[in-house]
C-alpha cells in the first residue's frame, strides 16, 4: 500500500498565525512519530503516539505546539502563534511499534515570515 | 534519557575508498540501532539495522558494527560511490523511542 503521507508539502505563513500539518500514516502502524528537522539539523523528536496510549509530548518545545491522533489514524500537528524560529520541515514517521524500522513521510517545509 | 553522538559531523572520501562513521549511546538498555540515509531534499530512510544481540550485519557494499560493552556502533561503507553521497543519521531504540545521531554529511568526490 502508500508509505506515509504528509500534507501540505510546503506552507509559507504569516508569523503569528496558527498552523496545522497533517500525517497520513500506513495503515495498521500504530506508532506515530513527529520531528522536526532545521536546515543541516537532526532529527528533533517532539511527540510520540502509540494506539491509545497518552501520548509522549515530551519534546515539544512550547505550548505553541500540540498534536493530535485518534487511534491509529490521521494526526495533526498545530503550532499556535508561529514564530520565525518555527521554521523547519516536518516530518512524521510510522512503525508498527516496537524496535522497528520508522518510515518517514516527505515533511512539510514550513516558512514563517 | 538516552543520548546519541555521532562523529564526524561531515566526511569527504574518493570514490572507491571506505567510509566510516562512529555512534554512541549512553542507555545500556537500548536494543535496536538503525541507520538512516538522507538525501538532500528527501526523507531518511532506513539502510541498515542491528539488534543488541548481534555483533556485526552486512549488507553489499554496508556493514554495521556493535560493541554493546562500549556502548558504540559503527557504519562502513567500501567502494564508495557518488551516489552514497548523502547525511548520514545513527539512532538508538530505547523503550519505544528512537534518539538519533545529530548525522553526518559523507562527500564522494569523482
Known amino acids: 500500500g502508500a508509505g506515509v503521507s504528509q500534507s501540505p508539502s510546503n506552507k509559507v505563513t504569516e508569523k503569528g498565525k496558527d498552523v496545522e500539518l497533517r500525517c497520513d500514516p500506513i495503515s495498521g502502524h500504530t506508532a506515530l512519530y513527529w520531528y522536526r528537522q532545521r536546515l543541516g539539523q537532526g532529527l528533533e523528536f517532539l511527540i510520540y503516539f502509540q494506539g491509545n496510549s497518552a501520548p509522549d509530548k515530551s519534546g515539544l518545545p512550547s505550548d505553541r505546539f500540540s498534536a493530535e491522533r485518534t487511534g491509529e489514524s490521521v494526526s495533526t500537528l498545530t503550532i499556535q502563534r508561529t514564530q520565525q524560529e518555527d521554521s523547519a520541515v516536518y516530518l512524521c514517521?510510522?512503525?508498527?511499534?516496537?524496535?522497528?524500522?520508522?518510515?518517514f513521510g516527505p515533511g512539510t517545509r514550513l516558512t514563517v515570515t | 534519557g538516552e543520548n546519541v553522538e555521532q562523529h564526524p559531523s561531515t566526511l569527504s572520501v574518493q570514490e572507491g575508498d571506505s567510509a566510516v562513521i562512529k555512534c554512541t549511546y549512553s542507555?545500556?538498555?537500548?536494543?535496536?540501532f538503525p541507520w538512516y540515509k538522507q538525501e538532500l531534499g528527501k526523507r531518511p530512510q532506513l539502510i541498515i539495522d542491528i539488534r543488541s544481540n548481534v555483533g556485526e550485519k552486512k549488507d553489499q557494499r554496508i556493514a554495521v558494527t556493535l560493541n554493546k560493552t562500549a556502548k558504540h556502533f559503527s557504519l562502513h561503507i567500501t567502494e564508495t560511490q557518488p551516489e552514497d553521497s548523502a547525511v548520514y543519521f545513527c539512532a538508538a531504540h530505547n523503550d519505544y523511542k528512537l534518539s538519533f545521531g545529530a548525522g553526518t554529511t559523507v562527500t564522494v568526490r569523482a
Open positions: 542507555d545500556s538498555a537500548s536494543n535496536y
Open positions: 514517521a510510522t512503525s508498527a511499534g516496537g524496535p522497528l524500522e520508522q518510515y
